[in-house]
């Protein structure tokens, strides 16, 4: 079975930095297109980020787009997402998943990839 667990979440002053990070096991990380999608409270789960099986190509949603970045290591089975100047809308649960295909398209890792817990991110002003 493919495990996630996602990590680097916790208090953030508004304008500081954040790194998440999500570490994969089970499976080859390769073999796998993954994604960032976050919750905050009261609201659905939203996409955030995906990237290709290879890191070669991303996808961000719109209302994301220029202030996040997601990354991989995929020797490291690791998979980033880096965002500064941070704002308090950003907070909510973040949730990283992965799914076996080559493309970073978001409606299939929300449908069908596997989810880690989640990290909890708090933007204070």
């Known amino acids: 079975q493919v495990h996630l667990v996602e990590s680097g979440g916790g208090l953030v002053q508004a304008g500081g930095s954040l790194r998440l990070s999500c570490v994969v096991s089970?499976?080859?990380?390769?073999?796998?297109?993954m994604g960032w999608f976050r919750q905050a409270p009261g609201k659905e789960r939203e996409f955030v980020a995906a990237i290709s099986r290879t890191g070669f190509s991303a996808n961000y949603s719109d209302s994301v787009k220029g202030r996040f970045t997601a990354s991989r290591i995929n020797a490291r089975n690791t998979l980033f997402l880096q965002r500064n100047s941070l704002k308090p809308e950003a907070t909510a649960v973040y949730y990283c998943?992965?799914?076996?295909?080559?493309?970073?398209?978001?409606?299939?890792?929300?449908?069908?990839?596997?989810w880690g817990q989640g990290t909890q991110v708090t933007v204070s002003s």
């Open positions: 089970g499976r080859a990380f390769s073999w796998y297109a």
């Open positions: 998943n992965a799914g076996p295909w080559n493309e970073a398209i978001s409606e299939m890792l929300g449908l069908y990839g596997t």
